[in-house]
């Protein structure tokens, strides 16, 4: 087999296996939430949990929103690299995943990209899109304020939500039986 081709069957196994342990462990809240792991800026690892909003269609990249006021924006900026590791409790399978990351933010000229950011908007909760209109979140709050936050749910994505594709160059994939 030619290594494009092993390269593929590698890539479409570790999916379904990550589709199908997504699936029986659909049950469990925290399933859809993973590690997402950059460089930061002065070159030491960081790490944050993100929440899985599907494939981008017609590939194996994976999408996660995000907030583009975040250092993980400046991060992904500066080294376009990452890795995923997602844990799933109960079948004990974990997956880590090596990929280049592409940020698709409000200044996104691609109009397509524009329009896969808008679809994952709309595909949001209102709540969640609620969470684009508070403060900065990497900053602290000092203290909680009482101003409710109001959003029209017509209106397409506001400035500060971001999309991330994250593209799979490399799988590590571990499982773990119980």
Request: glycine share 6%.
């Amino acid at each position: 087999m030619a290594a494009g081709g092993a390269a593929a069957t590698a890539a479409q196994h570790w999916r379904a296996l990550l589709a199908a342990a997504l699936d029986s462990n659909a049950h469990l809240k925290h399933s859809t939430y993973f590690q997402l792991a950059t460089v930061s800026v002065n070159g030491r690892p960081a790490n944050r949990t993100v929440v899985f909003r599907g494939f981008q269609e017609g590939s194996d990249n994976i999408l996660i929103n995000t907030d583009s006021r975040t250092r993980k924006i400046e991060e992904i900026n500066q080294f376009h690299y990452g890795e995923i590791c997602w844990y799933f409790t109960e079948s004990w399978e974990q997956f880590r995943i090596n990929g280049r990351i592409d940020v698709i933010d409000s200044s996104t000229r691609d109009l397509a990209k524009q329009q896969q950011r808008k679809e994952s908007w709309f595909a949001s909760s209102l709540k969640s899109r609620l969470q684009y209109l508070r403060p900065v979140p990497r900053l602290p709050v000092l203290e909680e304020s009482s101003e409710d936050y109001q959003l029209d749910p017509s209106i397409g994505p506001l400035d500060s939500f971001c999309l991330l594709v994250f593209n799979p160059e490399q799988d590590g994939l571990m499982t773990m039986q119980k």
